[in-house]
Nanobody, 124 residues
């Protein structure tokens, strides 16, 4: 059973930084793409960043390009989301999810294991 577990959320002021981590169990972690999604109150869940199985392909939502960096350490079964220059509009619950295959998708339907989410709050 694969169960991603997020950590690293919290409250920061605008312009600050946070690093989210997602540890996923399972021997085949390195075979699957991983993604970070977020959901703000009253809004739909959106795909923020994705990373292919070996880190060779990356995707970022336009609004986070240049500020967020996704990475993974397959030896530690962990994926990261470094978030810099945070803005109040980044406030949301952030979810880590494992894709069904080696390449990411922007569709949440293509992810089969989800973490419980971690709250990120950015104040102005």
């Amino acid at each position: 059973q694969v169960q991603p577990v997020e950590s690293g959320g919290g409250s920061v002021q605008a312009g600050g930084s946070l690093r989210l981590s997602c540890a996923a169990s399972g021997r085949t972690f390195s075979s699957y793409a991983m993604g970070w999604f977020r959901q703000a109150p009253g809004k739909e869940r959106e795909f923020v960043a994705g990373i292919s199985w070996n880190g060779g392909f990356l995707y970022y939502l336009d609004s986070v390009k240049g500020r967020f960096t996704i990475s993974r350490d397959n030896a530690k079964n962990t994926v990261y989301l470094q978030m810099n220059s945070l803005k109040p509009e980044d406030t949301a619950v952030y979810y880590c999810a494992r894709a069904r295959g080696p390449y990411y998708s922007r569709s949440s339907a293509e992810y089969d294991y989800w973490g419980q989410g971690t709250q990120v709050t950015v104040s102005s």
